[in-house]
């Protein structure tokens, strides 16, 4: 990697750091990754900026800081297994492999979820797996999960994400209208389900069967 994006992205980690990220195996995830190799050419100057950045198709690669709190608060295992809805560029999935044993990620948009398995593959990240279609049904063959992370937003918690969620399990998911939702913390406890509002935050659209129709006017 080139000296500056080296030192580019040194000042990304600080910024998260100032942005109250203190859990210092996602530090060292993000520090691990490079987030340009994931970003089409044009954009590829703006990869440590703390912000979303697009790569095409209309839809973007998150804010770092928002995806680093996502990891922060789902307090990650090297042993976990974990769902992630929404490849996207597949920088996120790539951070997520640092962090856990098994990553199964889902994307709707074929051209993305091949680039992106593309890009996993050339930087020999091999403990992950991208299916190309609809996240908000989950991917019920390697269920449960400990962890669901939703990089997208619907108007209500999919069911079949809450059903795929283990005992212990955590899932965060943005939900609301379409301009702009509430994040949501969901944990299966062995008292039953527990629901929290975490932040709001403004998310491309959740698609498909459990989110919204391709319109994107009405929920299912
Ligand atoms: N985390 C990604 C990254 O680091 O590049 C960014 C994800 S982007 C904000 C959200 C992604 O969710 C888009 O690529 C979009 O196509 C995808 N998406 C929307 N609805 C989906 C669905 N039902 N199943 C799978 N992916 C979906």
């Given at each position: 990697m080139s000296d500056r994006y080296v030192a580019q992205r040194r000042l990304l980690i600080e910024r998260l750091q100032e942005r109250g990220i203190n859990d210092l195996e996602v530090l060292r995830a993000f520090d691990l990754v490079a987030r340009h190799e994931f970003l089409p050419e044009a954009v590829r100057?703006?990869?440590?900026?703390?912000a979303p950045v697009p790569i095409g198709f209309a839809q973007t690669a998150s804010q770092p800081s928002l995806q680093a709190l996502y990891m922060q608060i789902l307090?990650?295992?090297?042993?976990d297994k974990v769902l992630e809805v929404g490849t996207g560029s597949g920088f996120q999935t790539a951070v997520l492999a640092q962090l856990v044993d098994r990553v199964y990620s889902i994307e709707r948009i074929r051209e993305l979820g091949v680039r992106a398995r593309e890009t996993l593959e050339r930087l020999r990240i091999s403990n992950v797996a991208i299916l190309i279609?609809?996240?908000?049904?989950?991917?019920?063959?390697?269920?449960?999960?400990?962890a669901i992370l939703v990089a997208a937003g619907g108007p209500e918690i999919p069911e079949p994400l809450v059903a795929q969620l283990g005992m212990g399990g955590r899932m965060l998911i943005p939900v609301g209208g379409l301009d702009a939702q509430r994040l949501m913390l969901v944990k299966r406890t062995e008292a039953g389900m527990q629901y929290e509002e975490v932040l709001d935050c403004t998310f491309v659209p959740l698609l498909g069967r459990f989110g919204w129709d391709d319109q994107r006017t009405s929920s299912p």
């Open positions: 100057h703006r990869a440590y900026e703390d307090q990650l295992s090297a042993n279609g609809d996240g908000t049904i989950g991917w019920s063959r390697y269920a449960p999960y400990d």
